[in-house]
């Protein structure tokens, strides 16, 4: 394999912060902590620590994926691995129903676009039921207008919140109002969305933000994977945005190559604001 500085994504991926990520999602196929049906957490850790831990094994396969992408990793085989990770979601929420994605926290919103956007590029439809389901419907925990919108158009027309606000304007709402307009329209948007990205309100309030500078060896890297998933949904030309930094074209092109986008062109129409 090529040395990490020739094929990493993320030019702040250093080979210490993939080696330690890659040993700590495999260490939940090892440790004593998880039995071997993934269906169970060892009950002697106790209720609250067994959520924890279910949680933690969610999280550290969400980490392994997103770093593998940013270490330059082939994308072949990233489509099943995708698919385990939403599946053991859903065995955490059906072993933890109270817990769930609440949309004003701005990691929750994040960790919404990024799966979403991982189901659509992967071509996962099967598996947008499951996510939908661990973002919380509650009003108190928050409604939002562009993921309401986002839903429906992926076959989740009782997703609530088609009548509320943006609860992150900032970056959000750069990619919700260009919705309207026209593909020009759409694709000067991502170019927008994707100089504001890093720097906006709700990625500034992501706990992973900056890890590069005060914690390298735990940076997992830094993508705007929403700007891949509007691409492919409404067929944009990516060629005046697809060097920019943030946007996952490797992803986008991986879709291309596979044909998915064709079989989502079929049974996805294009994402309009509502």
Request: hydrophobic share 35%; net charge negative; with cysteine.
């Amino acid at each position: 394999m090529q040395p990490i500085e020739e094929r990493r994504r993320d030019p702040f991926i250093t080979e210490e912060a993939y080696a330690e990520c890659q040993e700590n999602t495999e260490t939940m196929f090892t440790s004593e902590k998880f039995v071997e049906d993934r269906a169970q957490i060892d009950p002697k850790y106790g209720p609250d620590g067994a959520r924890q831990i279910s949680f933690w094994r969610v999280y550290r396969l969400i980490q392994g994926t997103w770093m593998s992408y940013s270490a330059g990793d082939p994308l072949v085989g990233l489509r099943e691995r995708v698919k385990y990770i939403l599946e053991d979601l859903q065995r955490h929420k059906e072993a933890f129903p109270e817990k769930s994605f609440k949309l004003w926290e701005p990691d929750a919103y994040y960790y919404t676009m990024l799966l979403t956007s991982w189901a659509v590029l992967f071509d996962l439809p099967e598996c947008l039921d499951i996510l939908a389901g661990y973002v919380s419907r509650d009003p108190k925990d928050g409604e939002d207008r562009f993921v309401s919108t986002l839903f429906h158009t992926l076959g989740i027309p009782d997703f609530p919140g088609k009548q509320a606000g943006l609860l992150h304007e900032d970056p959000y709402g750069i990619l919700y109002d260009s919705l309207t307009g026209s593909k020009e329209d759409q694709q000067n948007a991502m170019k927008a969305y994707l100089k504001r990205w890093y720097k906006s309100k709700a990625i500034r309030g992501c706990f992973w933000r900056e890890r590069h500078s005060f914690s390298p060896s735990a940076h997992l890297g830094y993508w705007a994977f929403e700007t891949g998933m509007l691409t492919i949904i409404n067929d944009l030309d990516d060629s005046g945005y697809r060097d920019m930094p943030y946007y996952p074209r490797d992803m986008v092109d991986y879709c291309r190559e596979q044909g998915w986008h064709k079989e989502i062109a079929e049974r996805v129409p294009p994402l309009r604001r509502e």
